[in-house]
């Protein structure tokens, strides 16, 4: 098919898809069934100028790379934990006072 005709559907695509906020694995039922059998690109304009759906939503995905970014959130760092004993010391301290009992006897 020509470059135009596919430009063309390519174009309404990337309308569709932004308008909407479409993911970019949605199936082409589920396309037609947000968008509107009116209004979605008609299945032979898919089959004549990319063969299937799929090559559809590749071809959005390269050269529409505002389609795939996702708004990127960052999670809240998790509260600082409070400092652990440090057992040897603990052991030390324990060490000690059984020797200063041996050496008292």
Do not use: C
């Not at 968008?35 to 959005?60: C, D, E, M, Q, T």
């Amino acid at each position: 098919m020509a470059f135009r005709q596919k430009q063309q559907v390519l174009d309404m695509a990337y309308q569709h898809f932004k308008e909407f906020e479409l993911p970019l694995d949605i199936d082409y039922r589920a396309y037609v069934s947000i968008v509107g059998a009116r209004n979605a690109i008609h299945p032979i304009s898919v089959k004549r100028s990319f063969k299937a759906w799929k090559y559809v939503l590749h071809a959005l995905k390269t050269t529409h790379k505002d389609l795939s970014v996702k708004p990127v959130i960052v999670p809240t760092p998790p509260p600082a934990a409070k400092p652990a004993k440090d057992p040897l010391a603990t052991l030390g301290k324990a060490a000690n006072k059984a020797e200063k009992e041996m050496n008292d006897e």
